[in-house]
Every structure is written in structure tokens, then in C-alpha cells.
């Protein structure tokens, strides 16, 4: 089939782009500037560029209008009255569900723009994107995931992340870029201090009470972009039951990974604040003569002991694998034997994981190497606050790609988070700071 002129100029733009990006790319890697003969070649394609770009701004606003003549044309007869009920058009969803479900939703976007000036399929029309887009030439505008695959897929991520699920999460809703929160700025609960300054006295009979009043902060989480692309080959937009399963296995996947790894250690610019090396987490030292690359019992009863007493029915220790060797070793002395400070989970010959000290033991990837701080971490999950504006958006690009024949669908989820307290707690009796998240100093 002979394509059309629109594609044919498309395919033209990006071999010619293609063609000045490696002369410069030679240039840059032999260290020179460009030949007389190649700023010829430059001055040629950029003239060529200059003079495709209105042709193609020409043939788009005719099928512009050509879309929106063809649109008018199913809702109006020729006479001005409305149309005689038929067959539903594309724009009804009634009787058309996603068969196939996501991997139908995802062809279909695909389709849309692969044919940018043809009616695309009704059911994408409900979803679209409303904020500068034009519904009269999908290539222009961009198509949400459903809401119920977008909740699917943000599901799934919550299942395979370890720990976002066990955040405390608040959803973000329609109008709104963030949350601000005026929490309670609370670092020590001696007297005086706890709620930020609120105190009670006992008081005699007619005598004069003492003021006091709490003091607040302001925690301000802002939305920031998780972003994936993935390239579909014409196979697998042809196999959609294919195409639904790997987009949703592996996004679900990646997103889980990465929001988890800026749970643990997000730098905070761009990305969620993690708990790994913040303010308000505690950090246990060695004990004196350690040696490199341990973890002895002595370390897991000062991190257990740091904990907020609220938070012990919640927390969980957090691992690398390689502290396994090390965890199935502790054991406190009794008499002249020992019982074991690490249970496994029923028994050295059932299943692994257990608990030490009586908190579950979970392995994660972004745990540090054992030895080195963040390798093994008790943590209380409900002390970091996270916030997410609705599912997981997907659109669709054919240009991305174009000269491997490939779709590219982009992904976006929009997500914050931090610790909620921005300092560790001073306890009403005693000086050992305590906090919800908890971890051990390197041992070199």
C-alpha cells in the first residue's frame, strides 16, 4: 500500500533529523568541526525541514477539518434534523466493553495514533484528556487509562512493592498538586514539651491555672512524576491479551520497585523523601570492637529499644539477604546454653523469613549490603506519610519509534511522600532518642 503523503513527509523529517544528528555526533566524536562539505549537507537539510514542517501543518488542518465535517455529518442529517437512531457510532460505548481488557484499551490507543485523522474508538472518547486537546484529532490529544484498569494497575503496584502498600497513603484529589499538613512539631515528651508545649498541672481548689498550647509545623508534600516508556511491536499490539498482561506486569513491577526504593532512600528533589539517613531517623552504633561486616544480638536489642512503644505492634525488620548468615547465628546466653534470638518460621526446617524479637523479618532489595548502614532496619511503615493522584495515565506515540515500526506507550504515576516526624523524640524519662524508623551504623 502506498503511504500517504502525510506519513510519507513524516518519514522524511525523522531520516533527515537522523541524518544531521550523526554528522554532528561524527563531528563531536573526532573532535572537530564540521567539514565544508558537511555544513553544505546541514544548510541542504535544514531548508528541506523548514519547508516540510507548514506542508505538514497544511495537510493536518485540512483532515482537521475533514474529521470535525465528518463528525457533524453522524450527529445531523442533511436537512439539519437529528439523526435516525441505527447502529450505535463510534463514539457509544454500549455493548462494546473492553473485551479483552487492558491490552484492548492499549490497541486501541495505538490505532488512534497510527490513523491520527480517522475516527478513533468511542470508548477512548470518554477518557480523553480535556485540558488543550483537540477531541477532532486524537494525535493531538491524549487518552487516560480507564479508570478501572488505571485503579488495576495502581493496585498492582501497591501488591508488588513491598512496602508502599504499608504507607500511610492519602489520595489526592481533582484541582489539587499536593497536600500541606500542620503537624504537630513534637521532639521531646518531657514536661513542657509534649504536643509542642501542651502541659497540665494539678491544680488546688480556686487556684490559678497555667497556660500552655501545642506547637504546630507545616509538612508539605508536592506530586512528582514516575515515569516508564514501552516499545509494542505490531505482534503484540496484534496479541492484545499479550499486550495487557506484560504492560501490567512489568509497570506494576518497575513502579512497585522504584517507589519503594525512594521510600528507603529518595533524595527528596524530584522524587519522595526516604527514611534512610533523614533527620528524624535513628541510627544505632556499633558496638565497641565490632567486627566489620557483623550484626551481633547487642544491635538488634538497642535498635528494638529505640522504637516508639506505639509503634512495636507495627514494626517490621527490613533486610538484605546477605544478613541472613548472620541472623540464624544470634542467640542469648542462658545458663551455660542459649535460646535463639531469631525464630524461624515454624522451625529451622519450615518456611524462612520468622521474626527477630518477636517483629516479622522481611528482605528487601534496597537494602544495603551487609555491613554497611541500611542493611538491616526496623521500621514502623505508618510513620511515613505518602500521597497519589489517582491511578496510573497512559498515552501513546508512533513517532517515538518511528523508524522501527514500534508504538511507544508512555506511563505516568503521580506520587509524594516523606517521614512524618523531622527529628527523633526525646522520651519522657531517659535520653534515648526513639523514632519509627530505625537503622545501624556501618561496620567497617
Known amino acids: 500500500m502506498k503511504p500517504s503523503r502525510f506519513n510519507a513527509l513524516l518519514q522524511e523529517k525523522a531520516e533527515l533529523i537522523a541524518e544531521a544528528k550523526g554528522t554532528f555526533e561524527k563531528a563531536e566524536a573526532e573532535e572537530r568541526d564540521l567539514s565544508d562539505e558537511e555544513r553544505e549537507r546541514d544548510d541542504v537539510i535544514q531548508a528541506r525541514l523548514e519547508a516540510i514542517n507548514p506542508e505538514l501543518d497544511r495537510i493536518k488542518r485540512q483532515r482537521e477539518r475533514e474529521a470535525t465535517t465528518e463528525i457533524a455529518e453522524r450527529v445531523i442529517d442533511g436537512d439539519g434534523t437529528p439523526a435516525a437512531q441505527g447502529p450505535p457510532t463510534p463514539f457509544s460505548r454500549e455493548g462494546q466493553p473492553w473485551q479483552v481488557g487492558f491490552g484492548q484499551q492499549l490497541a486501541a490507543v495505538a490505532q488512534a495514533y497510527m490513523s491520527p485523522f480517522a475516527q478513533p474508538d468511542g470508548r477512548l472518547?470518554?477518557?480523553?484528556?480535556?485540558?488543550g486537546m483537540s477531541e477532532a484529532v486524537p494525535s493531538e490529544g491524549g487518552y487516560l487509562v480507564q479508570t478501572d484498569f488505571s485503579n488495576e494497575l495502581l493496585r498492582l503496584v501497591h501488591e508488588t512493592g513491598v512496602l508502599v502498600g504499608r504507607t500511610d497513603r492519602t489520595p489526592i484529589g481533582?484541582?489539587?498538586?499536593?497536600?500541606?499538613?500542620?503537624?504537630?512539631?513534637?521532639?521531646?515528651?518531657?514536661?513542657?514539651?509534649?504536643w509542642g508545649g501542651v502541659q497540665a498541672y494539678w491544680t488546688a481548689e480556686a487556684g490559678s491555672l497555667t497556660k500552655s498550647k501545642p506547637t504546630f509545623r507545616q509538612m508539605e508534600l508536592t506530586l512528582q512524576k514516575l515515569t516508564g516508556l514501552y516499545y509494542a511491536t505490531d505482534e503484540q499490539l496484534k496479541d492484545t491479551t499479550a499486550l495487557g498482561d506484560l504492560v501490567a506486569t512489568a509497570f506494576a513491577e518497575e513502579f512497585g520497585f522504584k517507589l519503594d526504593d525512594a521510600i528507603v532512600r529518595g533524595g527528596g528533589a524530584g522524587m519522595p523523601l526516604g527514611f534512610l539517613g533523614h533527620a528524624g531517623t535513628v541510627s544505632v552504633a556499633k558496638e565497641a570492637g565490632q567486627g566489620a561486616a557483623t550484626i551481633l544480638k547487642e544491635n538488634v536489642e538497642k535498635m528494638y529499644s529505640r522504637?516508639?512503644?506505639?509503634?512495636?505492634?507495627?514494626?517490621?525488620?527490613?533486610?538484605?539477604?546477605?544478613?541472613?548468615?548472620?541472623?540464624?547465628?544470634?542467640?542469648?546466653?542462658?545458663?551455660?546454653?542459649?535460646?535463639?534470638?531469631?525464630?524461624?518460621?515454624g522451625g529451622l526446617s519450615a518456611a524462612p523469613f520468622g521474626s527477630l524479637l518477636g517483629r516479622p523479618i522481611t528482605p528487601i532489595e534496597q537494602c544495603q549490603t551487609v555491613g554497611t548502614v541500611g542493611d538491616i532496619m526496623f521500621v514502623d511503615l505508618q510513620g511515613y506519610k505518602m500521597i497519589e493522584k489517582g491511578g496510573i495515565e497512559a498515552a501513546s506515540s508512533i513517532h517515538v519509534q518511528f523508524l522501527t515500526d514500534e508504538t511507544t506507550f508512555r506511563f505516568i504515576l503521580r506520587a509524594d511522600g516523606q517521614p512524618k516526624r523531622n527529628a527523633p523524640l526525646t522520651p519522657f524519662k531517659g535520653s534515648a532518642t526513639q523514632s519509627a524508623f530505625i537503622t545501624l551504623d556501618t561496620r567497617a
Open 307 to 345: 522504637m516508639f512503644a506505639s509503634s512495636l505492634p507495627r514494626a517490621e525488620w527490613l533486610i538484605n539477604q546477605d544478613c541472613w548468615p548472620q541472623l540464624f547465628q544470634l542467640s542469648a546466653q542462658v545458663g551455660i546454653g542459649g535460646v535463639p534470638v531469631f525464630i524461624p518460621a
Open 125 to 131: 472518547l470518554e477518557i480523553m484528556a480535556a485540558t
Open 174 to 194: 481533582d484541582n489539587a498538586n499536593g497536600l500541606k499538613i500542620n503537624a504537630i512539631d513534637e521532639t521531646s515528651r518531657v514536661d513542657g514539651s509534649r
